[in-house]
């Protein structure tokens, strides 16, 4: 009984926490993108950030990736600006798109 009962708090829990995690998402023009931020060569101001589905929409992607990169740096060097390598306002026929993921370049500026 015991057990039945601990299955059923870590059923509720679980699913509690996931929609959590949904509630706290942002979608940007609409849609929400998946955004994954990366180290360049180990330097911390210097990132990546790998946004998709870009299918879903090219300036939702860019704009969830200019939030991505927004939060790194306030979180690494308490302040927002950045300048970008390839970024958010470079001109889309500029923009790097692998596959359906769109590829932003970027340091943090302390």
Avoid: H
């Avoid at 829990?13 to 509630?23: F, S």
């Avoid at 969830?64 to 600006?81: H, L, M, P, V």
């Amino acid at each position: 009984m015991m057990v039945k009962y601990s299955l059923g708090i870590l059923a509720v829990a679980a699913t509690l926490a996931a929609c959590n995690k949904k509630e706290d998402a942002i979608a940007f023009d609409g849609q929400f993108f998946r955004a994954k931020l990366s180290k360049v060569d180990k330097q911390r101001d210097q990132f990546t950030v790998t946004i998709g589905p870009v299918s879903s929409s090219l300036d939702g992607a860019k704009e969830a990736g200019r939030y991505e990169a927004t939060r790194y740096c306030i979180e690494q060097f308490g302040t927002s600006n950045k300048t970008w390598v390839i970024g958010p306002d470079s001109p889309n026929e500029q923009l790097r798109i692998e596959g359906d993921k769109l590829v932003l370049r970027g340091a943090c500026v302390e």
